[in-house]
């Protein structure tokens, strides 16, 4: 069993910056890769990156790629996702949840989910 909760949602203006966090918990976190997903209203969830928990491989949608970040924190059992240079478009709910291969950018490919964490980008 492993829990997700996210945190550090909010306003944040176009062009900003914001970051939010993950905290993982459960026995066998080292055998899942984390992802960052989101969803707007009125659309379907959609795969944003993900990570592994050494760091070493990262996979991006195209949509962020070279504007928002993942990384994660071994030691405090947290990921992260750096949102720089966010957009109106970019407004929604972000979600953390579990993966178990490498490049799974579908959300039916990820097990355990965490609550979720408003993100809205002023224009």
Not at 56 to 69: E, H, I, N, P, Q
Not at 92 to 121: H, I, K, L, M, N
């Amino acid at each position: 069993q492993v829990q997700l909760v996210e945190s550090g949602g909010g306003l944040v203006q176009a062009g900003g910056s914001l970051r939010v966090s993950c905290l993982a918990s459960g026995r066998t976190l080292s055998r899942y890769f984390m992802g960052w997903f989101r969803q707007a209203p009125g659309k379907e969830r959609e795969f944003v990156a993900a990570i592994n928990w050494s760091g070493t491989l990262r996979w991006y949608a195209d949509s962020v790629k070279g504007r928002f970040t993942i990384s994660s924190d071994n030691a405090k059992n947290t990921v992260y996702l750096q949102m720089n240079s966010p957009k109106p478009e970019d407004t929604a709910v972000y979600y953390c949840a579990t993966g178990t291969r490498v490049g799974d950018t579908s959300f039916d490919e990820y097990t355990y989910w965490g609550q979720g964490t408003q993100v809205t980008v002023s224009s």
